[in-house]
């Protein structure tokens, strides 16, 4: 079986316990106006292009079959409505100027770069985690690289956003040792505001997942004048402490690291001037929600 992987990162520290490798799956069902994977949205192979790495070497003009790749007075500019994503251009982009966001893989393909990495995942607890996008979008895909983790006895995780239809990912869902899943807003309307889709479904099968007896983790994003404030998050601690099997509560700071892809990708960031938290104020945030029945840690 084929699936389609964004990227995959070796020695994670922030997808889980212990040391990991993340599986960056690609398409994703949200668009969180924050996200800082954007290259993840579709699962088409959309280009990358950083114009400040052409060098003007124009290999990538005599390659392009739709003319997206041109030459305009001896100068090479990508005419992006142009593309129909075919990757010839990026495959002999030698500075790294346009670059691939798919990669169309086996299970075979990702558990040997797994693999490279058991005895630190068998040292440090850790092991791998499926993300993206979203994975069960891929679900059977999934199913099979948590079933070669397995066999291997490597513990597989998954990041989920939860905003599908459940039954055709429960069998998925609970073979996974951890499962992660973001509560982004408490208020529906603000939910679809900023993600384009209201939040009943997720938190109908964060309930219901609950009872799949799976340790879970959940990880509320800290996004300035989205998600931010006392109010969605104390009613989103509150709802958590109604899940017996959850561990913990994450709250993650804001992460700017996407801008450089939505320039690269020719999409708008309506974060751009936005900025992390001090540590002082996750302390904070941490220091307000603890005591309500979950504990707060800071990711």
Same mark, same amino acid.
């Given at each position: 079986m084929d699936g389609v992987i964004t990227s995959i990162q070796r020695f994670s520290l922030n997808d889980g316990p212990g040391i990991r490798t993340t599986v960056f799956f690609k398409g994703c069902n949200l668009r969180c106006a924050w996200c800082h994977n954007p290259e993840?949205?579709? &699962?088409?192979?959309d280009m990358m292009y950083d114009a400040s790495k052409c060098?003007?070497?124009l290999h990538c003009v005599a390659v392009c079959p739709s003319g997206a790749q041109r030459e305009i007075d001896g100068k090479h500019a990508f005419q992006r409505d142009l593309c129909t994503h075919c990757g010839a251009c990026a495959d002999v982009c030698f500075p790294g100027a346009l670059e691939h966001t798919?990669?169309?893989m086996t299970c075979d393909d990702v558990m040997r770069e797994v693999l490279q990495d058991k005895a630190y995942y068998l040292d440090s607890g850790g092991g791998v985690t499926l993300s993206g996008g979203e994975a069960m979008l891929q679900a059977d895909f999934a199913a099979e690289i948590t079933a070669a983790c397995h066999e291997h006895g490597i513990e597989c995780a998954v990041e989920t956003n939860l905003a599908y239809e459940l039954d055709p990912c429960e069998a998925v869902l609970r073979g996974f040792d951890l499962i992660m899943f973001d509560i982004k807003q408490m208020d529906s309307a603000q939910h679809k505001r900023w993600t384009g889709a209201g939040n009943e479904t997720i938190l109908a099968n964060a309930k219901? =997942?609950?009872g799949f007896a799976r340790p879970m983790i959940a990880r509320v994003p800290l996004i300035p004048g989205a998600t931010d404030d006392m109010a969605n998050l104390a009613a989103t601690v509150d709802f &958590?402490?109604?899940l017996k099997n959850l561990r913990y509560l994450e709250i993650l700071n804001f992460n700017p690291l996407g801008e450089a892809k939505y320039r690269c990708l020719a999409l708008d960031n309506p974060f751009v001037t936005a900025r992390p938290y001090s540590d /002082? /104020? =996750?302390s904070d945030y941490q220091r307000a929600l603890s005591g309500r029945?979950?504990?707060v840690r800071v990711g």
């Open positions: 993840t949205f579709s &699962l088409a192979d060098i003007g070497c798919a990669k169309v219901r =997942m609950d &958590l402490a109604t /002082q /104020q =996750m029945g979950v504990e």
